[in-house]
């Protein structure tokens, strides 16, 4: 690519305008007015960091200035065009040689399930080891209950990454009415909207569901209409795991159009969680979902979408593979059925079609909690177990509840979605079950920035910094200057290594230089330092 083109293309995919576009935003594009371009205001005499010399992508801009930069506390206090003399200029505690480095925002990962995690592993560092210095969890209807309580663990135990939650629709609807399948009452979605408002004022950024998961595939779209309304008048957002991702039950379009609606008719921003075509009975269908979104957002609508970068996606294989009535109750609910020959029969019926549209049983891989068929396939389990797919899939989720990963994605799509200005990076992460958690920011420079040049570096960094502050209105994050708080991440591109894979998903990343969370330094080449300066970000409080 000539440089007229790479300019061009940065333009289209990494600058600021992208989102306001997108979305009408004035008010976003007007905080992060603050953020474009490098400053020369006055050299600090005296500052904790100096990242010397590096080639500043400030998050929001397409072109990197060679620049340098000072840390006093956590936040950034100076930021210019580098000088040869800084070292003498600014004595700094620690100064940090970024010649021929990329520096730019520490990545803020918009979706992840890692809450009950890190009251576990609260380092986070394979995502620290990534480049990321916040994260977003509450994801697709699941959060920690009530956030102010979990906000507390996390702020007594200390974290690495600055850690935000959203209220998740199926949490409440479980503490309302359990698993049921049927439909709220008033009353009940009346004590819904309760909690909901509750976890909003502890700082929750809003509402996410799970609409195929249980029990969020049982209610009906006025259910979560209802409990968006309740999130509205502070602002807050509706993020989905849409009803149907596939061609099954509503269908891929139609879901959707269904979460477009939902926020269209509640007055709420909507982001689409992972967005994707999955499974071959929906493939190639992006350009008709991307039509559907950009038409509500030239309607005026502030909608968004965050992706992982994986052709596989990973759930339990009960989810993936069984059907959706079979599951009320849970997976207790399904052994349950199980035990009905007749409503086995039923069962197994369905199952050959899921497992088809998974791709197969050659390329189902058996991971977390599979026991000595972990890395497998469900060919080879079965093959093992002595048993057809059928059997064998519902002999390993009786006995293990296994999770697992299924490729059902298209590149064409993958990448027709990536290559949206209001699309995100994200990783959608649970630990040790699908590379994703500990690869994808590794994985988007590797393969779709070095390897395939999908995304020009800034448009990369763009996505993975200043549009999810714009997109979630978290306050002086992703973006580098003066008054930020120092996020920084450091790294050389073709020497980044996202070591994860379908049968070693805990692999960590390689190829960071640097990683800072509010102005310590918590990564520092590889290797994690022990650092727990990440802070918990609640809407209102942290946000603009
Ligand atoms: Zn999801």
Not at 203 to 208: C, W
Not at 358 to 363: L, V
Not at 389 to 400: F, G, M, N, Q, S
Not at 459 to 477: G, W
């Amino acid at each position: 690519m000539d440089r007229r083109d790479f300019i061009r293309k940065s333009l289209v995919l990494g600058g600021t305008a992208g989102l306001a576009i997108a979305t009408g935003d004035a008010e976003a594009k007007e905080a992060l007015a603050g953020a474009a371009g490098v400053k020369t205001g006055r050299c600090p005499r005296k500052a904790d960091i100096l990242i010397k010399a590096g080639e500043l992508y400030n998050g929001t801009d397409p072109l990197p200035v060679t620049s340098d930069i000072a840390i006093t506390g956590e936040r950034i206090v100076y930021v210019g065009k580098a000088n040869p003399k800084i070292e003498s200029r600014c004595k700094a505690k620690k100064v940090i040689d970024a010649t021929g480095y990329v520096v730019c925002p520490g990545f803020i990962d918009p979706h992840c399930h890692l809450e009950s995690l890190l009251l576990k592993q609260k380092a986070n560092e394979p995502y620290l080891r990534m480049g990321v210095t916040t994260v977003i969890a509450g994801m697709c209807g699941g959060s920690q209950y009530p956030l102010s309580k979990y906000y507390g663990k996390l702020e007594s135990q200390g974290i690495g990454t600055n850690t935000a939650s959203f209220t998740g629709h199926n949490t409440v609807r479980t503490k309302v009415m359990g698993s049921e399948d049927r439909f709220a009452t008033d009353e009940e979605i009346a004590k819904m909207q309760d909690l909901v408002r509750k976890d909003l004022e502890d700082g929750s950024f809003g509402l996410s569901s799970g609409l195929y998961y249980v029990p969020g595939c049982f209610s009906k779209q006025s259910e979560v209409v209802e409990l968006c309304k309740t999130i509205a008048p502070v602002g807050g957002i509706y993020t989905t795991h849409v009803r149907n991702e596939n061609k099954y039950g509503i269908g891929l379009y139609d879901s959707i159009i269904e979460a477009l609606e939902i926020g269209k008719s509640a007055g709420v921003q909507v982001n689409i969680s992972h967005i994707k075509c999955l499974g071959k009975g929906v493939w190639y269908q992006s350009d008709k979902v991307i039509a559907a979104i950009e038409k509500y957002q030239k309607e005026g609508m502030k909608v968004t979408a965050d992706q992982y970068p994986y052709l596989a996606s990973g759930l339990g294989l009960a989810s993936a593979i069984t059907p959706s009535w079979s599951r009320d109750g849970g997976v207790k609910g399904l052994r349950e059925r199980m035990k009905d020959p007749e409503v086995l029969a039923k069962i197994k019926a369905e199952m050959p079609g899921l497992i088809d549209e998974r791709g197969g049983a050659d390329t189902i891989i058996l991971t977390a909690g599979a026991k000595e068929y972990s890395g497998k396939t469900l060919a080879v389990a079965a093959q093992m177990l002595g048993l057809n797919e059928v059997d064998a899939a519902l002999a390993l989720i009786d006995k293990y509840n296994p999770s697992c990963n299924t490729f059902v994605m298209n590149e064409k799509d993958v990448v027709n979605y990536m290559t949206r200005p209001w699309v995100m990076s994200c990783s959608d992460g649970t630990f040790g079950s699908h590379p994703r958690a500990a690869g994808t920011y590794a994985e988007l420079i590797q393969k779709y920035v070095v390897e395939k040049g999908v995304l020009p570096l800034a448009a990369f960094i763009r996505r993975s910094t200043s549009l999810v502050a714009e997109t979630y209105r978290i306050k002086d994050r992703g973006v580098i200057r003066e008054g930020a708080f120092a996020d920084v991440t450091i790294f050389r591109p073709a020497e980044v290594r996202a070591n994860a894979t379908y049968t070693s998903a805990k692999l960590l990343a390689n190829g960071f230089k640097n990683v800072i969370v509010n102005g310590q330094v918590a990564v520092e080449d590889d290797n994690y330092l022990g650092t727990l300066s990440g802070k918990v970000i609640r809407r209102g409080v942290d946000t603009f």
